[in-house]
């Protein structure tokens, strides 16, 4: 199953919903069905884009619904987290970026 099938959208979806803090990914949902709403691929491919250029190769996943962006994967330090999170904010369109990140040897 790869990261951009409808199966994979739809459980990438969910699991945003069970681990951000306020479920209006169901907001969304209703609002824009799973292939999100007008302008979120562009957001999407357009965060990506400027994750690639400019902090390198992360373990991280994109997704966008109704401009909220959600960020989620591996990364080896906080600081990586965070420049990830403000890569994101910053592109145009974006209102929110909810990260989900583990941080590799955190010893939790």
Known sequence: MT???PSMKRI???ICCAVSTSCSVSEALHKCGFDGCPGDAAITAEVEA???KETGSFDVHVQTLDHVVYL???VDTDLERLVLADTAQKVPGVTRVVESFGVRGAGY
């Open 3 to 5: 990261l951009a099938s």
């Open 12 to 14: 990438t979806l969910l």
């Open 50 to 52: 400027r994750i690639a």
């Open 72 to 74: 989620y994967g591996m």
